[in-house]
């Protein structure tokens, strides 16, 4: 079975400052993407990033970019220069990519990040 | 892009009514689509898969029989509460997927069962 593990509850950072959440998953699949989603209190879920696993290079979309370990199955999130709208909860997901119809996420339990000011 | 809503974003209703949620991909065509239901400071259950023109696929525990999805249309799918209870109250997020890897998400609706 996948799994998806935060071992973070809670986080905090200063503004402008780096912070970087961990996350690592089990799976015995070779093809699958790791996503990096993010709900703010408004509790819309926004993706941040996204890796595809057999992309060796790891991906990175401006301010956010993550360290994706595949044999150690590790899958961090970057975050530079953290602004007050970062404040938010931040899960990562898990999806089989060769799964037809039953693309269903695997989700983390979350890590509640706030940036101080 | 790749715009989902969803209807009502909030809705209080009695116990022992029915309640329906409306999820739209309003610029895409979506053939799967996935119902949540997320506790607070929780993560977010999925409750069952939605493919266009067939019946959804429920994940284990969830009753099926209560929580009625209908896909009728690629845009459109609904998930009706039956029957709620205060138990049912919760926080509904649907998503839709328009390329194979990716679900874009609706905003979310409460549900507060009085």
């Known amino acids: 079975a996948q799994t998806v593990t935060q071992s973070q509850p809670e986080m905090s950072v200063q503004e402008a400052e780096t912070v970087t959440l961990s996350c690592t998953y089990d799976t015995s699949e070779n093809n699958y993407y790791l996503f990096w989603y993010k709900q703010p209190p408004s509790r819309q879920m926004i993706l941040v990033i996204r890796q595809e696993a057999y992309k060796q290079q790891n991906a990175t979309e401006n301010r956010f970019s993550v360290n994706f370990q595949k044999a150690a199955k590790s899958f961090s999130l970057k975050i530079s220069d953290s602004q007050l709208g970062d404040t938010a909860m931040y899960f990562c997901a898990f999806m089989i990519s060769n799964a037809g119809n039953n693309r269903k996420l695997i989700w983390g339990l979350g890590t509640s990040l706030a940036v101080n000011p | 892009g790749a715009v989902v809503s969803q209807h009502p974003s909030r809705v209080i209703c009695k116990s022992g009514t029915s309640v329906k949620i409306e999820c739209r991909s309003l610029d895409f065509q979506a053939t799967t689509m996935f119902w949540y239901r997320q506790f607070p400071k929780q993560s977010l259950m999925l409750m069952a898969t939605s493919n266009e023109g067939s019946k959804a696929t429920y994940e284990q525990g969830v009753e099926k029989d209560k929580f009625l999805i209908n896909h009728a249309s690629l845009t459109l799918s609904t998930l009706t509460v039956t029957s709620a209870h205060p138990e049912d109250s919760s926080f509904y997020i649907c998503?839709?997927?328009?390329?194979?890897?990716?679900?874009?998400f609706g905003p979310g609706t409460r549900l507060t069962v009085t």
């Open positions: 998503s839709a997927t328009g390329t194979p890897y990716e679900q874009y």
